[in-house]
């Protein structure tokens, strides 16, 4: 039973309440145009490389056994000006290119790790977590592992340490049964109310997710709803006048943050070798985030901010 990792963060303020880690697992469901973790797209082990470390060196591909990298152009005094191209369908991940790059510009994202093993890693902080905070599984979408993710919850609540769950709830009704008796808190994505839209925009439409949510009401599970806007993907009125009503039946609802969209991510799907999906689009800004914002206050009790 085992869960692949892309990243764990340490002291992390933004994923749940008071100081938490968080645990970024691999694989989505979803392919959102905007994602800003496109290294958690794939459940698999990636080569990454980021382009602004490397300084042309060579050495990657002195030590690669299957040629993978191939450089022109350029000197390691002038690193702008050199070609790095990786030849991804030949590598074999065997991490001898990482090993080689001394200054950090290749790595691979992705290993496995069971809850048993996860835990002392999780356990470092756990005096932070003193402030009202836990741990947070996130990613990628953590029901897809949902077995290995209850025993993981499991053993944090046997030490008294909260556990939230973030998701974007395109997950099998029974995954979350699995996971919610050691759940404390679940972030939940709305990324958009209108069916058809919803696929565009992620590959698949939202009747399971807004499915799923409506169950956890009923449950009475506290949940948190994260709501990214996007520039002509899902901000328009009518989608957040469709989101007050569908929220308004939820009685368990804590709060909801809107998440501006801001496309920092683009250096990852470069890093990763991923087609860079994100709009061209600008970032919401504050008063627009207010507009939106007054919308959901009208039909909702909870707090409604936006960061």
């Known amino acids: 039973m085992k869960i692949p990792i892309a990243a764990i963060r340490r002291l992390t303020l933004h994923d749940g309440p008071g100081t938490r880690t968080t645990v970024f697992v691999k694989g989505c469901p979803l392919h959102c145009h905007w994602c800003h973790n496109p290294e958690c797209l794939s459940a698999r082990p990636?080569?990454?490389?980021?382009?602004?470390?490397?300084?042309?060196?060579?050495?990657?591909?002195?030590?690669?056994?299957?040629?993978?990298h191939k450089f022109s152009g350029g000197s390691g005094a002038e690193p702008t000006a050199v070609c790095h191209d990786i030849d991804r369908s030949r590598c074999r991940l065997c991490g001898k290119c990482v090993e080689a790059c001394w200054r950090g510009a290749l790595e691979i994202c992705g290993r496995d790790y069971t809850p048993e093993a996860l835990l002392p890693l999780l356990l470092r902080d756990a005096a932070f977590y003193e402030s009202g905070g836990g741990?947070?599984?996130?990613?990628?979408?953590?029901?897809?592992?949902?077995?290995?993710?209850?025993?993981?919850?499991?053993?944090?609540?046997?030490?008294?340490?909260?556990?939230?769950?973030?998701t974007c709830g395109e997950a099998s009704w029974s995954a979350f049964e699995a996971v919610l008796p050691f759940t404390d808190l679940v972030l939940f994505d709305i990324k958009g109310m209108d069916p058809e839209r919803h696929r565009e925009n992620t590959g698949r439409d939202n009747r399971r997710i807004h499915d799923n949510l409506s169950r956890l009401g009923e449950r009475g599970v506290p949940v948190e709803i994260r709501m990214p806007?996007?520039?002509?993907?899902?901000?328009?009125?009518?989608?957040?006048?469709?989101?007050?009503?569908?929220l308004a039946d939820i009685p368990s609802l804590t709060a909801?943050?809107?998440?501006?969209?801001?496309?920092?991510?683009?250096?990852?799907?470069?890093?990763?070798?991923?087609?860079?999906?994100?709009?061209?689009?600008?970032?919401?800004?504050?008063?627009?985030?207010?507009?939106?914002?007054?919308?959901l206050r009208r039909s909702l009790a909870v707090s409604v901010r936006f960061t």
């Open 46 to 68: 990636q080569l990454l490389f980021h382009d602004n470390l490397c300084v042309g060196c060579g050495k990657c591909a002195e030590a690669c056994p299957e040629g993978c």
């Open 135 to 166: 741990v947070t599984v996130s990613g990628g979408e953590p029901l897809l592992y949902a077995e290995a993710v209850a025993l993981l919850f499991s053993l944090l609540h046997e030490r008294g340490i909260r556990t939230a769950l973030d």
């Open 256 to 295: 909801v943050r809107l998440l501006p969209y801001r496309s920092l991510a683009r250096s990852k799907y470069r890093a990763a070798g991923l087609a860079d999906t994100m709009p061209d689009v600008p970032t919401p800004d504050a008063a627009f985030l207010e507009t939106r914002a007054a919308i």
């Open 229 to 246: 806007v996007v520039p002509g993907c899902n901000d328009g009125e009518e989608e957040f006048e469709a989101a007050a009503r569908f």
